[in-house]
C-alpha cells in the first residue's frame, strides 16, 4: 500500500485527490490530511477516509477539529500550525505528497516532503515559482521525484522525451507551448474590466477551482507563474517557453520538437487526470473521468495572447529575465493583490498595478538560501499592501 499524505485536501485539489484515491483502496492509503480553516469539511473527510493525522494550519481550528473527532474517530492524531503540515509531509510512512496547498503557505510543507525524498505531486505551484532554483537544487539533492499537477505542465511532462533533465536541446525539444483557456474576460470589452467584481473572476468558463487560482486565470497571471513553472520543471530558457490561447482548454499544451513535429495532450478539463497520472506514473489507472468524444469538441482554436490586456503575463517574463528574488516579490505582491481584490480593496484592473509598483519599488536581491526567500517574501508583501492602500486611495478620490 502506497502511503499519501494530501496538504490541502480541503480545497479543489485536495477534494479531487481524494476522489481518486477512493476508486483505488488497493493500491493507497492516506497517512494525513491537511487544511487551514475548514473544520466541518475536514471532519467529513476524516470519517471517510480514516487518516492517521488530522492538520489544521490554524490552531484555533484545530483545537474544534480535535473536540468534534474526539467523539467520532479519537484515533486520528490532530495537529496543528506549519510545524504540523511540515511533520505529516515527512512521515516516513508517507509514500506520496499532494503539495495542493494555495498560495506561499505551501513553500515550508512541500520543501519538507521534497527534503525526505518523497514522491511530490505538485500543485501549490507558488512554492516553485517563489523558490524556484532552492526547491529543484534540493529536489535533485534528497532524490525526491517531482510530478506536476497543473494540468499544462502534466501535459508538457507526457509529452516530453524522458531524461529532459539534460536540457531541451539535447533531447531534440525547441519549445512548450502552454496552452491558456484566456479566462473568463478573453473578449470583455476593456472600459468593461474596471467594474469586474469577485464573482465575475471567479466564474472560470471551463474549470471549477479555488478563489485565488480562480482569479489569477482571469488576469492570466496564473499563465505567468505556469512560465516560471515550466522554466524551472524543464530546465527551459524563458524563450523556449511560449502561452498560446486556446478557450476551449481541450489541448492542455504541447511539446515541438525540432523536426517540426507537435506532441499534445488532449482531455476533458478535470483535475482528476493529471492527479491519478501522477500518482500512478510510470503506469496508468483509471481516474473517473469519461474520456473526451472528439466529435462534442469539433473545433479547436488558437490566439495570440493580448499582451496590453493581460500585463500579468508580460511581467511574469520580466521577472524570469530579472532572476534573483524577482519571482519571489511578483507571485507575494500577487497574492496580497488578488486577496485585496477578492476582499473589495482593490479594483481588478489594479492587480498588475501594485504588483509593477512592487516590483519598481523593491531591489532585487539573491534567492539562494530559504533565509533569502522567506525576507524577500515578508518584504515585499509588507510594499504590495502600502502600494494597495495607495491604490485604494485612487478608488475613493
Ligand atoms: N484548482 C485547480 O484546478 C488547480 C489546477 C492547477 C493548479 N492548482 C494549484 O493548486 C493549489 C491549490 O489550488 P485549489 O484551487 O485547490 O485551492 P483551494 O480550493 O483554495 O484550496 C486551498 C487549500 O489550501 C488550504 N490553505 C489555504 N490557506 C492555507 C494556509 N495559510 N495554510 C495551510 N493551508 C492553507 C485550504 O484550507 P481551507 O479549506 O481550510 O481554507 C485548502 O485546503 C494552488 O497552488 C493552485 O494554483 C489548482
Same mark, same amino acid.
Given at each position: 500500500?502506497?502511503?499519501?499524505?494530501?496538504?490541502?485536501?480541503?480545497?479543489?485539489?485536495? @477534494?479531487?485527490?481524494?476522489?481518486?484515491?477512493?476508486?483505488?483502496?488497493?493500491?493507497? =492509503?492516506?497517512?494525513?490530511?491537511?487544511?487551514?480553516?475548514?473544520?466541518?469539511?475536514?471532519?467529513?473527510?476524516?470519517?471517510?477516509?480514516?487518516?492517521?493525522?488530522?492538520?489544521?494550519?490554524?490552531?484555533?481550528?484545530?483545537?474544534?477539529?480535535?473536540?468534534?473527532?474526539?467523539?467520532?474517530?479519537?484515533?486520528?492524531?490532530?495537529? #496543528?500550525?506549519?510545524?504540523?503540515?511540515?511533520?505529516?509531509?515527512?512521515?516516513?510512512?508517507?509514500?506520496?505528497?499532494?503539495?495542493?496547498?494555495?498560495?506561499?503557505?505551501?513553500?515550508?510543507?512541500?520543501?519538507?516532503?521534497?527534503?525526505?525524498?518523497?514522491?511530490?505531486?505538485?500543485?501549490?505551484?507558488?512554492?516553485?515559482? $517563489?523558490?524556484?532554483?532552492?526547491?529543484?537544487? &534540493?529536489?535533485?539533492?534528497?532524490?525526491? @521525484?517531482?510530478?506536476?499537477?497543473?494540468?499544462?505542465?502534466?501535459?508538457?511532462?507526457?509529452?516530453?522525451?524522458?531524461?529532459?533533465?539534460?536540457?531541451?536541446?539535447?533531447?531534440?525539444?525547441?519549445?512548450?507551448?502552454?496552452? #491558456?483557456?484566456?479566462?473568463?474576460? =478573453?473578449?470583455?470589452?476593456?472600459?468593461?474590466?474596471?467594474?469586474?467584481?469577485?464573482?465575475?473572476?471567479?466564474?472560470?468558463?471551463?474549470?471549477?477551482?479555488?478563489?485565488?487560482?480562480?482569479?489569477? #486565470?482571469?488576469?492570466? $497571471?496564473?499563465?505567468?507563474?505556469?512560465?516560471?513553472?515550466?522554466?524551472?520543471?524543464?530546465?527551459?530558457?524563458?524563450?523556449?517557453?511560449?502561452?498560446?490561447?486556446?478557450?476551449?482548454?481541450?489541448?492542455? #499544451?504541447?511539446?515541438?520538437?525540432? &523536426?517540426?513535429?507537435?506532441?499534445?495532450?488532449?482531455?476533458?478539463?478535470?483535475?482528476?487526470?493529471?492527479?491519478?497520472?501522477?500518482?500512478?506514473?510510470?503506469?496508468?489507472?483509471?481516474?473517473?473521468?469519461?474520456?473526451?468524444?472528439?466529435?462534442?469538441?469539433?473545433?479547436?482554436?488558437?490566439?495570440?495572447?493580448?499582451?496590453?490586456?493581460?500585463?500579468?503575463?508580460?511581467?511574469?517574463?520580466?521577472?524570469?529575465?530579472?532572476?534573483?528574488? @524577482?519571482?519571489?516579490?511578483?507571485?507575494?505582491?500577487?497574492?496580497?493583490?488578488?486577496?485585496?481584490?477578492?476582499?473589495?480593496?482593490? =479594483?481588478?484592473?489594479?492587480?498588475? @498595478?501594485?504588483?509593477?509598483?512592487?516590483?519598481?519599488?523593491?531591489?532585487?536581491?539573491?534567492?539562494?538560501?530559504?533565509?533569502?526567500?522567506?525576507?524577500?517574501?515578508?518584504?515585499?508583501?509588507?510594499?504590495?499592501?502600502?502600494?494597495?492602500?495607495?491604490?485604494?486611495?485612487?478608488?475613493?478620490?
Amino acid at each position: 500500500m502506497i502511503g499519501v499524505t494530501i496538504l490541502g485536501s480541503t480545497g479543489s485539489v485536495g @477534494a479531487n485527490t481524494l476522489d481518486v484515491l477512493a476508486r483505488h483502496p488497493q493500491r493507497f =492509503r492516506v497517512i494525513a490530511l491537511t487544511a487551514n480553516t475548514e473544520v466541518d469539511l475536514m471532519v467529513k473527510q476524516c470519517l471517510e477516509h480514516h487518516p492517521e493525522f488530522a492538520v489544521m494550519a490554524d490552531s484555533i481550528a484545530a483545537e474544534r477539529l480535535h473536540d468534534k473527532l474526539g467523539a467520532t474517530d479519537p484515533d486520528i492524531k490532530v495537529l #496543528s500550525g506549519t510545524e504540523g503540515m511540515q511533520k505529516v509531509a515527512a512521515l516516513e510512512q508517507t509514500d506520496y505528497v499532494m503539495a495542493a496547498i494555495v498560495g506561499s503557505a505551501g513553500l515550508l510543507p512541500t520543501l519538507a516532503a521534497v527534503r525526505t525524498g518523497k514522491r511530490v505531486l505538485l500543485a501549490n505551484k507558488e512554492s516553485l515559482v $517563489m523558490a524556484g532554483k532552492l526547491f529543484m537544487d &534540493d529536489v535533485r539533492k534528497y532524490n525526491a @521525484a517531482l510530478l506536476p499537477i497543473d494540468s499544462e505542465h502534466n501535459a508538457v511532462f507526457q509529452c516530453m522525451p524522458r531524461n529532459f533533465e539534460s536540457g531541451l536541446h539535447n533531447v531534440g525539444v525547441s519549445r512548450i507551448l502552454l496552452t #491558456s483557456s484566456g479566462g473568463p474576460f =478573453r473578449d470583455t470589452p476593456l472600459d468593461q474590466l474596471h467594474n469586474v467584481t469577485p464573482e465575475q473572476a471567479c466564474a472560470h468558463p471551463n474549470w471549477v477551482m479555488g478563489r485565488k487560482i480562480s482569479v489569477d #486565470s482571469a488576469t492570466m $497571471m496564473n499563465k505567468g507563474l505556469e512560465v516560471v513553472e515550466a522554466c524551472w520543471l524543464f530546465n527551459a530558457d524563458m524563450n523556449q517557453v511560449q502561452v498560446v490561447v486556446h478557450p476551449q482548454s481541450v489541448i492542455h #499544451s504541447m511539446v515541438e520538437y525540432i &523536426d517540426g513535429s507537435l506532441l499534445a495532450q488532449l482531455a476533458s478539463p478535470d483535475m482528476r487526470i493529471p492527479i491519478a497520472h501522477a500518482l500512478a506514473w510510470p503506469e496508468r489507472m483509471e481516474s473517473g473521468v469519461v474520456p473526451l468524444n472528439l466529435f462534442d469538441v469539433s473545433r479547436l482554436d488558437f490566439e495570440k495572447p493580448d499582451q496590453g490586456r493581460f500585463p500579468c503575463l508580460r511581467l511574469a517574463y520580466e521577472a524570469v529575465a530579472l532572476g534573483g528574488t @524577482a519571482a519571489t516579490i511578483l507571485n507575494a505582491a500577487n497574492e496580497i493583490a488578488v486577496q485585496a481584490f477578492l476582499d473589495r480593496r482593490l =479594483r481588478f484592473v489594479d492587480i498588475p @498595478a501594485v504588483i509593477e509598483m512592487t516590483l519598481t519599488d523593491m531591489s532585487i536581491g539573491q534567492a539562494s538560501t530559504l533565509k533569502q526567500i522567506l525576507d524577500a517574501d515578508q518584504h515585499a508583501r509588507e510594499t504590495a499592501s502600502r502600494n494597495v492602500m495607495v491604490m485604494g486611495r485612487r478608488i475613493i478620490q
